[in-house]
């Protein structure tokens, strides 16, 4: 298991951490900002994230890991090759998360649903939901980052790599404004 110094490390160095200030979509500013997607651009980030996660599921009898589109679809994949399962995705059709494509849970199967980062839960909570009405067991909840500090409750086992909570201040009240002088940036605009 790799130290939270060591995995802030490998988060930074991939670019799905930011440390600045940041204009948030919601009008709030920050000192960190998360782009997930990125640990999947190169599969030595992927690997070691998804490595730690699995590790932690290693003696939890997965059957099969799902996670909802888009996000979780390449996060599903790596989790399921290191458990040696097989893995799904689920994704919203009409609004509502649905079972596409042929995928059917086999009934009793204990089920691993994961999310590369967890800030409200809601879609995490749609795919449980989802599992249990096709008549598999959720074993668990996985997720790369638990924004929430762990905060959430799913009601089974659930574990992250890495957990922190993310600091965001109306503009006012923002200390960065203050100390630095400088305006927030919006993440992705200059091209990060
Ligand atoms: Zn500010």
Known sequence: MLTKDQITDILKE?????????LLTSG??????????????????????CGELAEQF???GIELVIGP??????MAYEVSRQ??????????????????RGFVIPQGAKVLVVEDVVTTGGSVREVIDLVREAGGVVAGVGSIVDRTGGEIDFGVPYRSV???KVDAWEAE???????????????????N
């Open 83 to 100: 458990l040696k399962v097989e893995n799904f995705f689920a994704e919203r059709v009409n609004g509502k998360m649905e079972l596409r």
């Open 162 to 164: 890495i957990s922190f």
């Open 58 to 60: 290693a003696d939890a």
């Open 28 to 49: 709030k500013h920050s000192n960190k900002y998360l782009q997930c997607a990125k640990i999947f651009r190169n599969t030595k980030y992927s690997e070691t994230l």
């Open 69 to 74: 589109a888009l996000g979780a679809v390449q």
């Open 14 to 22: 991939a670019g799905v951490l930011l440390e600045g200030h940041f």
């Open 173 to 191: 009240d923002c200390p960065l404004c203050k100390e630095l002088g400088t305006a927030p940036i919006k993440p992705g605009s200059r091209g």
